[in-house]
T-cell receptor, first 112, second 120 residues
Framework: NAGVTQTPKFQVLKTGQSMTLQCAQD?????MYWYRQDPGMGLRLIYYSASEGTTDKGEVPNGYNVSRLNKREFSLRLESAAPSQTSVYFC???????????FGDGTRLSIL | AQTVTQSQPEMSVQEAETVTLSCTYD???????LFWYKQPPSRQMILVIRQEAYKQQNATENRFSVNFQKAAKSFSLKISDSQLGDAAMYFC?????????????????FGKGTKLSVKP
């Protein structure tokens, strides 16, 4: 049982390049989330999708877009990467409104 | 807006001893959930324990237990018989339980974390 799968695990980009981070869950969860983790800052919510077909901004959405492709998949796109977006990105999912969030293993993204 | 504060950036404990990690939160809601997540060097986020605010009884999971003080808005994690594998970052998190989806659609609000070292 894979749980939440994120790809890629590592990526290096140049400033201005675009990139899509992929996330898929096999737990039949309704809600999915994207977080970024920076040193000393804990995890901060970028975007979330309460259910298939809906997305909403979180605490730090600027510079990102998301797509809830279907119930299983929730992607995060950086249209024009900036050094400030260097971070570790986590995808998570949960049963809507109840239950804890299950996290993927994260993507370490460096932007030069 | 809800906030979560972990006032101890780093803690250290001797193997087999007990350590308590502190967490306080601020909310005007009466119904919510609290969590402790562990993040070892492998970077995984692992759920350690959860507490429903409406339950007075403190949650326990093997060597991990919490001291939930709702009036004081305090949610500390106690690790008993510490093991080398307990060394990790520990994050306290809050989630609203209001509404169908949760007041914030089930979103977690994290503290900044406490780095726990375990000495052999």
């Amino acid at each position: 049982n894979a749980g939440v799968t994120q790809t890629p695990k590592f990526q290096v980009l140049k400033t201005g390049q675009s990139m899509t981070l992929q996330c898929a869950q096999d737990m039949n969860h309704n809600s999915m989330y994207w977080y970024r983790q920076d040193p000393g800052m804990g995890l901060r919510l970028i975007y979330y999708s309460a259910s298939e077909g809906t997305t909403d901004k979180g605490e730090v959405p600027n510079g990102y877009n998301v797509s809830r492709l279907n119930k299983r998949e929730f992607s995060l796109r950086l249209e024009s990467a900036a050094p400030s977006q260097t971070s570790v990105y986590f995808c998570a999912s949960s049963i809507q409104g109840i239950g804890p969030q299950h996290f993927g293993d994260g993507t370490r993204l460096s932007i030069l | 807006a809800q906030t979560v504060t972990q006032s101890q950036p780093e803690m250290s404990v001797q193997e087999a001893e007990t350590v308590t990690l502190s967490c306080t939160y601020d909310t005007s809601e009466s119904d919510y959930y609290l969590f402790w997540y562990k993040q070892p060097p492998s970077r995984q986020m692992i759920l350690v324990i959860r507490q429903e605010a409406y339950k007075q009884q403190n949650a326990t999971e093997n060597r991990f237990s919490v001291n939930f003080q709702k009036a004081a808005k305090s949610f500390s994690l106690k690790i008993s018989d510490s093991q080398l594998g307990d060394a990790a970052m520990y994050f306290c998190a809050y989630r609203s339980a209001s509404g169908i989806y949760g007041g914030s659609q089930g979103n977690l609000i994290f503290g900044k974390g406490t780095k726990l070292s375990v000495k052999p």
